[in-house]
Nanobody, 116 residues
Framework: QVQLVESGGGLVQPGGSLRLSCAAS????????MGWYRQAPGKLRQMVAR???????IYADSVKGRFSISRDNAKNTVYLQMNSLKPEDTAVYYC??????????WGQGTQVTVSS
């Protein structure tokens, strides 16, 4: 079992920045990727950014150039630095850990609201 604890969400004005953190604990053997997804009201959950075990990163087109994902292997923690936030970035953000490309674990979600 893997436990994920997210932090860092909140209310921010358009153009502002937030940094999300996700600390993972438990059996992390065979980790394939860690990442962030988001779900806005009435919409499907979508991938925001992922970082794979070898360090490769991928981003949704809508956040490229504004968001950056990183990982501290020693702490089993993944971060999402979000800059130049827009109202359309408003969503619940979920941390994800994928083991052996087959098993997904999810955090409880953290609300990000971008509004003036």
């Amino acid at each position: 079992q893997v436990q994920l604890v997210e932090s860092g969400g909140g209310l921010v004005q358009p153009g502002g920045s937030l940094r999300l953190s996700c600390a993972a604990s438990g059996s992390m053997a065979g980790i394939y990727a860690m990442g962030w997804y988001r779900q806005a009201p009435g919409k499907l959950r979508q991938m925001v950014a992922r970082i794979f075990s070898g360090g490769t990163t991928i981003y949704a087109d809508s956040v490229k150039g504004r968001f950056s994902i990183s990982r501290d292997n020693a702490k089993n923690t993944v971060y999402l630095q979000m800059n130049s936030l827009k109202p359309e970035d408003t969503a619940v953000y979920y941390c994800n850990v994928n083991l052996r490309a087959t098993m997904d674990y999810w955090g409880q979600g953290t609300q990000v609201t971008v509004s003036s």
